[in-house]
């Protein structure tokens, strides 16, 4: 089964950081762009990280920019997520989806290999 498979997550400290990771398995990110989306209890499903085909491009929401970077790493078939000065709120369930073109929105019918996330949990 093509989708992606997620790493990473952990309980941090707020001000702590995190380096999530997602590899594609069952199919090639090369040609696609790759978002990180995240969904807390209660809440919508939300992109917070978007990076273009060849990485030149990246798309962060007013609520992470500035303190989340992603990166990918096309030989390795997988994509980061680093997360610096976590705040509470930044705690949800962190996903790895992709398309088949250099759309690098979130509108999230156009993101296809949906993975079962990672548990980010920012807590004193």
């Known amino acids: 089964q093509s989708q992606f498979v997620e790493s990473g997550g952990a309980l941090v400290r707020p001000g702590g950081s995190l380096r999530l990771a997602c590899v594609a398995k069952?199919?090639?990110?090369?040609?696609?762009?790759i978002a990180w989306f995240r969904q807390a209890p209660g809440k919508e499903r939300e992109g917070v990280a978007s990076?273009?085909?060849?990485?030149?491009?990246?798309n962060y929401p007013d609520s992470v920019k500035g303190r989340f970077t992603i990166s990918r790493d096309n030989a390795e078939n997988t994509v980061y997520l680093q997360m610096n000065t976590l705040h509470p709120e930044d705690t949800a369930l962190y996903f790895c989806?992709?398309?088949?073109?250099?759309?690098?929105?979130?509108?999230?019918?156009?993101?296809?290999?949906w993975g079962q996330g990672t548990q980010v949990t920012v807590s004193s």
């Open positions: 989806a992709a398309t088949a073109s250099d759309y690098v929105g979130f509108r999230q019918i156009e993101y296809s290999y």
């Open positions: 069952g199919f090639t990110i090369r040609s696609r762009t």
């Open positions: 990076i273009s085909l060849g990485g030149g491009v990246t």
